[in-house]
C-alpha cells in the first residue's frame, strides 16, 4: 500500500496537492498548562480510497482532542501581488481548496492522489508536573468493504512535549474581543428568536470563545447596527405609551449576561447607539424584542433628533442603574458609531458623542477609527494596525483591530495569511502597548450587509471579495449543535497563550528579546524564531516553579 505519512507542526497548511515528508517526531515545548497542537499528514496512490484511522496514546495527564482536517474553496489570493511565501500563504495552491475548518473525526476515507490530515490539540490537566511526555500517534489503514476489511501496517509517530515549570497566569489589561452576531444563531440554527434552542446553542459558543482566549463580549442590547439591516436580535423588551415615556425589561440582558460570566467572559461591550459609517440617523430599535419588526421611530430619524433625544435620555439612566446593580460598570465598553471616516463624518460624531455625554456624563466610549484626526474625539479609540503607529507615537492610549486589511506584509489572520504569521499575535500584542484587540467578524455567515445566509465551507467573503478578504468574515464554522473551529482560530489561540506567557514571567516591552517585533508589519514571520524565543524563555525555568 503506497501510503505516505508524516508529523508535521501545526503552523504548516497542508494543501490537496501538497508532498509529504517522512518526519516521524516532533519536539514541542510549553508551560504546565499551555495548550498546543501538531498534525499527522497522509497521501497514498494506489488508486482507490482506503480508510484511515487515527489514534493517540498519552499519558493521562494529557488530554488529545484529534480532529480531521477539512478543506475550503478559496477562489483567489488576496491581495493581487503576488507577496514573498512569508507573507501570502498558498502560492500555487490557490486558486484551490484550503484547509481550514476541523472535524471533530478520528477516521476518514482517503482518496488516492491528494494530502489529507488529522489534527490533534493537547490540553494538559490541572495536575500535570514538569517533565517529558512522549504522544504516540497510530494512523491505521483498512482496505474493502464492511464483510472483507483489510487492516494494514500502522504507522506510528512521537510527539514529544517537554512541560517547563512554570504555569501561566490569566492574561491581564489586555481585553479581546470578536464580534458575536446572535442574529445569525437565530438566523442559521432558526431558532424562535430567544427560545430554548437559542439560549442552548449560545452556551457552547461562548464557552468556545471564552476557551480561544476572548474575553469580551458584545451584547446586543439592541440589535447591532451592523454590516446592513440584520434580523432583530434585540435583548431589551421595550414598552411606550402615547406619551412616549418608555418602559425597559432587562431579563433577557441579565440572561445573556450571566451565560457569558459562567462560560468564562468577564468583559462586556454594549452595541452602538448610532448608525455606522457616518453618524448619522438613531439606531433600528423596537417595540417590544422586534418579532414583529415594528420599529419606534422611521430608519432616518436623525441620530441628535429630538425623538430618540427623548427616548435616550430615558433610557441610558436604566442601562447605568442596570450595571450598577450588576457590578457591571467597570467592566463594560460603550460605542458611539463604528468607523467614522475622515473629516466629512466628524461633525456628526462630535454631536452624537456630545449628546452621550450630555446625558450620561459617567460613561466612557471607543469606537473603530482609523483616521488620526479622531484621536481627541473619543475617550478611547480603535485604530487600524495600519495607522495604530500614528496613536503610539502621539501618546494616544489606543486599542488596535483589522478589518478586510491591513494584508500583503502585514498582520492579519486570513485563509492565505501564512500561519506562522498568524501565530505573532500574541508577541507583537505584547511588544507594543495597544490598550486590547477588537475583531468585527467572529461568525458573520451573511452576504455582506444582508440577512441572505451564506455557506460558510464554500463561502468565505461574504460574497464582496476583493474589498472583503477571504477568511475575514468568520473564525468558527456553523456545526450542527455549536461552532465548528477553524485553523486560524486555533493558531490565534494559541498565539494568546504567547502573551500570557511573557507577563507571566514579567518580560519588558522593550526587552532585547523581543527588538525584532519593531511593527504590526515588520516582524519575524517563521516558525524557527518564535520556537526559539519560547524555548530561551522556557529553558530559563528549569529550576523554577511559578505558583
Given at each position: ?414 485563509m492565505d495569511t501564512p500561519l506562522p504569521k498568524i501565530a505573532m499575535h500574541g508577541f507583537l500584542f505584547y511588544r507594543w502597548p495597544a490598550k486590547g484587540f477588537l475583531h468585527w467578524g467572529y461568525n458573520y455567515w451573511y452576504k455582506s450587509q444582508t440577512r441572505q445566509l451564506i ?49 507571566t514571567l514579567g518580560v519588558g516591552r522593550n526587552d532585547p528579546q523581543l527588538a525584532p517585533l519593531k511593527s504590526f508589519k515588520d516582524f519575524p514571520k517563521y516558525e524557527r524564531w518564535r520556537s526559539r524565543l519560547k524555548r530561551q524563555l522556557l529553558g530559563a525555568l528549569r529550576q523554577i516553579t511559578l505558583d
Open positions: 500500500m503506497n501510503l505516505k505519512t508524516c508529523i508535521s507542526s501545526s503552523l504548516i497548511r497542508h494543501f490537496p496537492q501538497s508532498p509529504v515528508g517522512g518526519k516521524k517526531k516532533l519536539l514541542i515545548g510549553t508551560a504546565l498548562n499551555e495548550r498546543f497542537s501538531f498534525q499527522v499528514v497522509m497521501r497514498q496512490e494506489s488508486g482507490d480510497p482506503i480508510t484511515v484511522k487515527a489514534a493517540v496514546d498519552a499519558p493521562q495527564v494529557l488530554k488529545v482532542r484529534i480532529r480531521r482536517v477539512g478543506y475550503v474553496p478559496v477562489p483567489h489570493h488576496n491581495t493581487s501581488v503576488l507577496q514573498d511565501p512569508l507573507d501570502m500563504d498558498g502560492l500555487g495552491h490557490i486558486p484551490g481548496y484550503v484547509p481550514d475548518p476541523l472535524f471533530d473525526e478520528d477516521a476518514f476515507r482517503l482518496p488516492s492522489h491528494e494530502t489529507h490530515a488529522f489534527w490533534f490539540t493537547v490540553t494538559p490537566k490541572r495536575t500535570t508536573a514538569p517533565g517529558a511526555y512522549p504522544i504516540t500517534v497510530g494512523i491505521t489503514p483498512e482496505t474493502g468493504g464492511s464483510k472483507n476489511r483489510k487492516r494494514g501496517r500502522t504507522r506510528t509517530f512521537t510527539a514529544e512535549a517537554t512541560l517547563y515549570p512554570v504555569r501561566l497566569k490569566q492574561r491581564e489589561h489586555f481585553p479581546v474581543t470578536n464580534w458575536f452576531y446572535a442574529d445569525a444563531l437565530i438566523d442559521w440554527y432558526k431558532t424562535d428568536q430567544f427560545d430554548e434552542r437559542f439560549w442552548e446553542l449560545l452556551k457552547v459558543f461562548f464557552k468556545n470563545m471564552a476557551d480561544h482566549g476572548q474575553d469580551t463580549i458584545l451584547i446586543p442590547v439592541f440589535t447591532p447596527p451592523l454590516d446592513g439591516v440584520k434580523t432583530p436580535s434585540q435583548l431589551l423588551k421595550v414598552g411606550r405609551n402615547r406619551q412616549e415615556l418608555y418602559a425597559f425589561d432587562w431579563a433577557d440582558v441579565k440572561r445573556y449576561v450571566d451565560l457569558a460570566k459562567t462560560c468564562g467572559i468577564k468583559r462586556f461591550e454594549w452595541s452602538h447607539f448610532f448608525t455606522q459609517w457616518g453618524v448619522k440617523h438613531a439606531i433600528r430599535i423596537y417595540e417590544d424584542q422586534g418579532k414583529s419588526e415594528k420599529l419606534l421611530w422611521p430608519p432616518e430619524t436623525g441620530a441628535t433628533s429630538d425623538t430618540y433625544r427623548r427616548f435616550i435620555s430615558q433610557f441610558l439612566p436604566e442601562l447605568q442603574r442596570f450595571l450598577r446593580q450588576e457590578k457591571l460598570l467597570a467592566r463594560s465598553y460603550f460605542h458611539v458609531s463604528d468607523e467614522p471616516h475622515g473629516e466629512k463624518d466628524v461633525a456628526n460624531y462630535v454631536a452624537a458623542r456630545a449628546l452621550l455625554k450630555e446625558l450620561a456624563p459617567w460613561m466612557k466610549v471607543m469606537d473603530a477609527m482609523s483616521d488620526f484626526v479622531y484621536a481627541d474625539k473619543t475617550d478611547m479609540p480603535v485604530p487600524s494596525i495600519k495607522t495604530f503607529d500614528q496613536f503610539l507615537e502621539a501618546g494616544v492610549p489606543s486599542w488596535c483591530y483589522y478589518c478586510c486589511g491591513p494584508r500583503k506584509e502585514w498582520l492579519n489572520r486570513l455557506d460558510p465551507f464554500t463561502v468565505s467573503d461574504g460574497c464582496k471579495w476583493p474589498d472583503w478578504a477571504y477568511g475575514d468574515t468568520f473564525q468558527v464554522y456553523p456545526g450542527p449543535n455549536g461552532p465548528i473551529d477553524s485553523i486560524r482560530w486555533e493558531i490565534f489561540a494559541e498565539s494568546l497563550q504567547d502573551y500570557q506567557l511573557l507577563q
